[in-house]
């Protein structure tokens, strides 16, 4: 998606360029800078906000450990807003991402049968 955006936009190809591009264009909201994130699956995540751009790597999953891949996206994008909205660290929205989107991609479907929470980085499983 990021990808096509940039051609349609005449962007250039390089996300990491991409992504400082997208953060630096017009909004609306002038309270809050832009923050602009590139998820791209097993390879890094690419985070470009107030003129910098950062990637973090994705942690190796082990192929037999992977069930389902629907609604990792999603799942990466509430784990991240929920330490955002909080005011914790990019690095930290980040790793809720990767968390949240690492456990729901080893469920079979989007329904969980557990419980799970999240502590900074640390995944405990709870019984429904």
Same mark, same amino acid.
């Given at each position: %998606?990021? *990808? ?5 936009? /005449? !962007?250039?190809? #390089? ?20 923050v602009v ?15 910098v751009v950062? %990637?973090? *790597? ?5 192929? /037999? !450990?992977?069930? #389902? ?58 019984e429904a």
């Open positions: %998606e990021a *990808a096509t955006f940039a051609k349609k936009h /005449d !962007l250039g190809e #390089d996300l990491k360029e991409v992504a400082l591009k997208v953060a630096n264009m017009p909004k609306e909201n002038s309270k809050r800078e832009r994130v590139f998820t791209q699956g097993s390879k890094s995540t690419i985070v470009a906000t107030k003129g950062t %990637e973090y *790597a994705v942690e190796e999953l082990s192929k /037999d !450990l992977l069930v #389902d891949t629907n609604g990792a996206g999603d799942a990466f994008v509430g784990g991240f807003l929920s330490q955002l909205v909080q005011d914790k660290p990019m690095e930290e929205c980040v790793n809720a991402g990767h968390w949240a989107a690492r456990y729901i991609i080893q469920q079979s479907g989007t329904q969980l049968d557990d419980k799970s929470t999240y502590a900074g980085g640390s995944a405990t499983v709870c």
